[in-house]
């Protein structure tokens, strides 16, 4: 996907990685950062049956625990990227003891923006060009 101009259009500076910047970004994934620490980063792959439908990352920050997320264009708006959030949120803050999830969108990605909002994030403001989304566990989450 990171070779592909449709999926990375509105990631970083818009260009397609090339093979040394992928080979970085998965060691750095790999690597196995302990989860306090910042720059801590995980990617879970997504499956329907036994095919890989998406990637999902997420990497610890100052101010909470960012995510990020990646489908093939041939799955798109088939609820791929709002599945893997739904379980982002169960998992996230058990996994990263964190309350706060956060998420970076260019302002012209109406996609990735729409997900977020159907998912209960917010827009909080815009950072260095990008719009950031914000959301925070209910403090009444796991009670009955
Ligand atoms: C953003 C992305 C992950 C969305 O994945 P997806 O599996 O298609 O998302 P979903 O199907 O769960 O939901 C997409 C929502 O956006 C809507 N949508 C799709 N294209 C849209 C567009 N051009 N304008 C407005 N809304 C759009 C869909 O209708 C859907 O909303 P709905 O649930 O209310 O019907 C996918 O487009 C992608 O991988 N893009 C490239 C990588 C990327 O930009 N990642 C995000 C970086 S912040």
């Not at 397609?16 to 950062?33: C, F, H, M, P, S």
Request: a negative charge; one cysteine or more.
């Amino acid at each position: 996907m990171a070779a592909d101009p449709r999926v990375t259009k509105y990631v970083g500076d818009g260009g397609v990685w090339d093979q040394a910047t992928i080979e970085e970004k998965t060691q750095q994934a790999l690597r196995g950062t302990p989860l306090n620490e910042p720059g801590a980063a995980r990617w879970f792959v997504a499956h329907r049956i036994d095919q890989p439908m998406g990637v999902f990352v997420y990497t610890r920050q100052e101010s909470g625990v960012e995510i990020g997320y990646w489908v093939p264009p041939e799955y798109w708006t088939q609820g791929i990227a709002g599945a893997m959030i739904d379980a982002g949120l169960e998992m996230i803050p058990r996994l990263f003891t964190t309350d706060t999830l956060i998420a970076h969108v260019d302002p012209a990605n109406a996609a990735s923006g729409r997900v977020l909002i159907r998912r209960g994030l917010h827009l909080a403001g815009r950072e260095n060009g990008l719009d950031r989304y914000d959301w925070q566990e209910s403090p009444f989450a796991g009670c009955s």
